[in-house]
């Protein structure tokens, strides 16, 4: 196994790489004369004897330019007056490839990266993947060139093809006229060249250190990359010079090792290609539909000699051109772009149900990133654009769906009352989506998500019933299809937070049957992070509804799963926080040195979050009460530093998020115990200091309860009733809970204090 640079592999990720195949790929090809076409060298040679068997070059010279290096020949036959037209024909039937010859690897690459540079003049790759014949690039070609950048599929034939023997560069001066050439055509290559050097990542491949036809590129990458630090990687068995030392390398023994490599990184994309978001895949393959359309209505106008129907269908061309242009921008983000481009081909062609319906998508996406009046005008428009698409086409379950969708994500930014109307309307446009296509998993899929969502702002039994109605359409996506692990995975989810609903045995039936959702989701999706942290989470929340031996038990298991978690995900910050949060839970139920060992452990938890993510206040926060609870089981010097250490960690979480109440109101609480260890000045200090700070938390929205117990443990009756009072009557805290609490333990016996009591409990 190569060791795969991590900037490698984040471009495969991301579909960044742009692969360079140099002539070492097809060494082995043949020619339709059965002749390998090899290297350089080869071909010179052939060109020489050509040459020579025609008259147009004597022994002598033929023998002179054979002895020489292959770019050195050529430059003698330059200077000796032999141009491209005396050896155009002979290059176009040398390179023209056989029938027999194995393309299984070019298909390979293209699976690797649909974006391919290559300096061979051959057709390889126009023949292993037919859909680049129409889309290739070179000089000459300046729309093909001008949309290299964004253009998620594209073969630049950086020195030309055999096709256009005008495009090949091939004499040292065809070099000079690309590299430093300062006309038109040539500029056009070299600026789509330099934006794909600082724009993408390069792996190079069969490409010879020494070869001169690559020189340039080499040049060119050297100049950029001092402006842009962009790093690019070549596959070779030699070591690099040092004039070369802006390239990776990743080493191999041979050039026979090469597929396993290719391999190697295939792999990479695959798990990448998995985690691709189901719009982003229909957007490619509608981006392949949308070209093969405009191929086949160019071949259609070739043939149709009627002027109204050309026109029809020039104008047909071109709305889907305008869509095809539309995906490009769509895919890569630029949403505001790809509206344009929609809208165009909605006036070419207003009957076009793909461009309103894309354009409703476009504006959704938007819409996404962007917050308020604005967000929402945006998806009330993209509404509009479902609506003309199924006005146009009644059966576009994808318009009905998106409708659906889009209903959903605007429900999320709406308050309580909107937003229900919202989902309702949005699980009638999924009900419709599958009435049209029943096989839809999709839509049962998203249908379920949403109902989960809208069961979150509900409780009790209407929140059971949206709970239950979810499960139903988990269910039904993974009727329509078993190995879908997204439903299996927000099926759990939505199992574990009914159970949060429950109590006792009917809760840990609905845990359980969770954990069967999760360990399904993982078993067809083994680095599916966000399920073993979910799966976590659950373990943890049962074994806190259980005690001894079980609890610990379950503990365990959630720890296994934030490590899973973790280890497929090493950034993975909540999955770090929680795994302190489950290790500070166990620590609760142990005691002494064992106790003190899963705190501390906890605490290596938190640390990491925070190194992972630095602005993460709840680490900090969680961390703060953590060191709390291992003060409490402490005395004398070593509780008092744990608390001290605890204040540090709630004074850095309300330095992030200054309207944390949560942290003031645990610091409080901190404050508060180790005052009850200190005597005189220093406890006063103590005390007033947890007064500034449940002060703080009120006024950022946190509880009076806290507030009432300073005072009551201060023997500050008058002012720890109040607080006590209209804690109470927020519902801040029940009356079970004052009860059982020790700060009140002074006021126990006093009459007003019964008499609150009494009253909250009437």
């Not at 339709?32 to 020579?52: A, C, F, P, R, Y």
């Not at 999709?442 to 809208?454: H, I, Q, T």
Request: with cysteine.
């Amino acid at each position: 196994m190569i060791n795969i640079p991590s900037e490698l592999k984040k471009a495969i990720e991301a579909d960044d790489l742009v692969l360079f195949i140099g002539a070492g790929l097809s060494w082995d090809l043949k020619n339709t004369d059965n002749e390998s076409l090899e290297g350089w060298g080869k071909m010179v040679k052939s060109i020489t004897s050509h040459l020579n068997e025609k008259g147009d070059i004597k022994d002598e010279l033929k023998q002179s330019c054979d002895a020489l290096e292959p770019i050195k020949a050529l430059e003698k036959l330059e200077t000796e007056g032999i141009n491209r037209g005396q050896i155009g024909e002979f290059v176009k039937h040398y390179f023209r490839l056989g029938k027999e010859n194995d393309l299984s690897f070019h298909k390979k690459l293209f699976s690797l990266s649909t974006k391919i540079i290559t300096t061979n003049y051959d057709r390889a790759f126009e023949k292993a993947i037919p859909e680049l014949q129409e889309i290739k690039a070179y000089k000459t070609k300046k729309y093909e060139l001008n949309s290299l950048k964004k253009d998620p599929i594209f073969l630049f034939k950086l020195h030309g093809c055999i096709e256009h023997l005008d495009s090949m560069v091939l004499f040292p001066s065809d070099y000079d006229k690309l590299y430093k050439s300062e006309g038109r055509e040539a500029k056009h290559a070299l600026y789509a060249l330099r934006n794909l050097i600082f724009n993408k990542t390069f792996l190079f491949i069969g490409t010879g250190l020494g070869d001169p036809q690559i020189n340039g590129i080499f040049k060119e990458i050297n100049r950029i990359q001092g402006i842009y630090n962009q790093k690019h990687y070549i596959i070779t068995d030699k070591p690099l010079e040092d004039s070369l030392n802006f390239l990776t390398s990743i080493k191999v023994a041979s050039y026979t090792e090469i597929p396993e490599v290719i391999d190697q990184l295939l792999e990479i994309k695959q798990v990448a290609e998995a985690k691709k978001s189901s719009q982003e895949k229909m957007l490619l393959e509608q981006l392949k539909e949308s070209k093969k359309n405009i191929t086949s209505l160019t071949k259609k106008l070739a043939k149709v000699k009627n002027e109204n129907e050309r026109q029809q269908l020039l104008l047909e061309r071109e709305a889907n051109s305008h869509i095809y242009i539309g995906l490009k921008h769509h895919l890569v983000g630029e949403y505001i772009d790809a509206s344009k481009e929609y809208k165009v081909a909605t006036e070419l062609k207003p009957k076009s149900h793909e461009a309103y319906n894309n354009w409703g998508n476009a504006l959704s996406d938007l819409a996404w990133i962007k917050s308020g009046i604005e967000a929402e005008e945006l998806y009330n428009e993209s509404l509009e654009k479902y609506q003309q698409a199924i006005q146009i086409k009644p059966n576009l379950h994808e318009a009905y769906y998106n409708w659906g969708s889009t209903l959903i994500r605007l429900a999320q930014i709406k308050s309580n009352i909107e937003s229900e109307g919202l989902y309702n309307t949005a699980f009638e446009k999924y009900q419709q989506t599958t009435e049209i296509n029943p096989n839809y998993y999709e839509a049962y899929n998203n249908w379920g998500v949403a109902l989960n969502d809208l069961a979150r702002t509900k409780s009790g039994i209407a929140a059971e019933i949206l709970y239950n109605e979810s499960l139903k359409k988990y269910q039904q996506a993974i009727q329509i299809k078993p190995d879908l692990h997204e439903a299996y995975y927000n099926w759990g989810n939505a199992l574990s937070e009914l159970a949060r609903t429950k109590f006792g045995t009917a809760a840990e039936a609905v845990y359980n049957e969770s954990f069967e959702k999760y360990q399904q989701a993982t078993l067809i999706k083994p680095d599916l992070h966000e399920a073993y942290y979910n799966w976590g989470n659950a373990l943890s929340d049962l074994a806190q509804t259980k005690s001894g031996i079980t609890a610990e038990t379950l503990y365990n298991e959630s720890f296994k799963k934030y490590q899973q978690a973790t280890q497929i995900k090493p950034n993975f910050h909540e999955a770090y926080n929680n795994w302190g949060n489950t290790l500070s839970d166990l620590a609760q139920i142990k005691s002494g040195i064992e106790a003190e060992a899963l705190y501390r452990e906890s605490f290596e938890k938190y640390h990491q979050a925070i190194l992972i993510k630095s602005g993460y206040h709840e680490a900090y926060n969680n961390w703060g009460i953590a060191l709390n609870d291992l003060a409490q089981i402490k005395s004398g010097m070593a509780a008092g530093a744990l608390y001290w250490e605890s204040f540090e960690k709630y004074q850095q979480a309300t330095q992030i998020k200054p309207d944390f109440y949560e942290a003031y109101y645990n610091w409080g609480v901190a404050l508060t115990e180790l005052a009850q260890l200190k005597f005189g000045s220093e406890a006063e200090k103590l005390y007033n200091e947890a007064f500034e700070n449940y002060q703080q938390a009120i006024k950022n929205g946190g509880d009076f309860y806290n507030l009432a117990c300073l005072y009551a443990v201060r023997n500050k009756k008058e002012e720890a009733l109040e607080y006590l009072e209209r804690s109470l009557s927020r519902h801040d805290v029940s009356v079970e809970i004052v009860e059982k609490d020790k700060d009140w333990d002074g006021l126990r016996d006093d009459s007003d204090f019964k008499r609150i009591l009494s009253n909250m409990k009437g």
